[in-house]
T-cell receptor
Framework: DVKVTQSSRYLVKRTGEKVFLECVQD?????MFWYRQDPGLGLRLIYF???????EKGDIPEGYSVSREKKERFSLILESASTNQTSMYLC?????????????FGSGTRLTVV | QQQVKQSPQSLIVQKGGISIINCAYE??????FPWYQQFPGKGPALLIA???DVSEKKEGRFTISFNKSAKQFSLHIMDSQPGDSATYFC????????????WGLGTSLGVNP
């Protein structure tokens, strides 16, 4: 069963901490994405990567960075966590064209910053 | 500016009824239109998708209707069941741009027993 695995389901961190969210996929997908999901705001793209060591900013990259050292792993980094980064974080992956058939999502990490 | 507009924001239907969720898009270059279903505590999962060369696609109780001239597409859930209660997202993407999906804001569907 193919999957996207996010390392933590729930995480509580203190303001100012550096936070790492890890995502691993076993489908040999080229593209990987980080979203945050907040009530009423839908899915907002933070960063995405279409190849190892490649990254592009999404719609809300401020306060975040990413790392993709291996094809299967995409990490989201909160440089200095703030309370407004309390959210559900979702990782997704996909194939590139012409084999694209949509995204596969992980189950999410619910992050609370106190 | 939101490129994919989804309505309604929430929807309550009775068991056995038809649930209809609508989406409208602006970019005529979009060529792939998926719908995702998300249960509480889970990530979204691909439900059904359509390309603009067909006007309808059906998978079991789920149907996408696509109107290219109106730039609209909709999800119909026939014989709605309590287990269909979830949040539904429409999305769109175009060739190139590494297939980045543009998302609607989601519809929370509740099906009463």
């Amino acid at each position: 069963d193919v999957k996207v695995t996010q390392s933590s389901r729930y995480l509580v961190k203190r303001t100012g901490e550096k936070v790492f969210l890890e995502c691993v996929q076993d489908m040999d997908h080229e593209n990987m994405f980080w979203y945050r999901q907040d009530p009423g705001l839908g899915l907002r793209l933070i960063y995405f990567s279409y190849d190892v060591k490649m990254k592009e900013k999404g719609d809300i990259p401020e306060g975040y960075s990413v790392s993709r050292e291996k094809k299967e792993r995409f990490s989201l980094i909160l440089e200095s966590a703030s309370t407004n980064q309390t959210s559900m974080y979702l990782c997704a992956s996909s194939l590139r064209q012409p084999n694209f058939y949509g995204y596969t999502f992980g189950s999410g990490t619910r992050l609370t910053v106190v | 500016q939101q490129q994919v507009k989804q309505s309604p924001q929430s929807l309550i239907v009775q068991k056995g009824g038809i649930s209809i969720i609508n989406c409208a898009y602006e970019n005529t270059a979009f060529d792939y239109f998926p719908w995702y279903q998300q249960f509480p505590g889970k990530g979204p999962a691909l439900l059904i998708a359509i390309r603009p060369d067909v006007s309808e696609k059906k998978e079991g109780r789920f149907t996408i209707s696509f109107n290219k001239s109106a730039k609209q597409f909709s999800l119909h859930i026939m014989d709605s069941q309590p287990g269909d209660s979830a949040t539904y997202f429409c999305a769109a993407t175009r060739a190139g741009n590494n297939r980045k999906l543009i998302w609607g804001l989601g519809t929370s569907l509740g099906v009463n027993p």
